[in-house]
């Protein structure tokens, strides 16, 4: 599985980015997908989380209810909205994927992973 994040930016303090990462899978729904950070000199984190059924979400307690994530199955593509971005939020984000499992939390469960896309947020 090939995955591209884009829609990373800069932006001011209070503003909002989506980012978007598409997969080469034909079989995307059997993915369970995941966006985690990394900011300079801190290991990556764990930001959300959909199941591969789409059902379930999850998130860090540090962007809940700022951020959403989402998939469309039919475009091959799952989505970060990231709404009253604070400079703490700065970091490069990647996407990742494991086959029909459950989220988790570590990098380390995930087989795939995209390339990272930069956001940084002004105060």
């Known amino acids: 599985v090939q995955l591209q994040a884009s829609g990373g930016g800069l932006v001011q303090a209070g503003g909002s980015l989506r980012l978007s990462c598409a997969a080469s899978?034909?079989?995307?729904?059997?993915?369970?997908l995941g966006w985690f950070r990394q900011a300079p000199g801190k290991e990556r984190e764990f930001v959300a989380g959909?199941?591969?059924?789409?059902?379930?979400?999850y998130y860090a307690n540090s962007v809940r209810v700022r951020f959403t994530i989402s998939r469309d199955n039919a475009k091959n593509t799952v989505y970060l909205q990231m709404n009253s971005l604070k400079p703490e939020d700065t970091a490069v984000y990647y996407c990742?994927?494991?086959?029909?499992?459950?989220?988790?939390?570590?990098?380390?469960?995930?087989?795939?992973w995209g390339q990272g896309t930069q956001v940084t947020v002004s105060s």
């Open positions: 899978e034909r079989t995307f729904s059997n993915y369970t």
């Open positions: 959909i199941s591969w059924g789409g059902s379930s979400t």
């Open positions: 990742a994927a494991r086959f029909r499992d459950r989220v988790v939390f570590t990098t380390t469960r995930y087989d795939y």
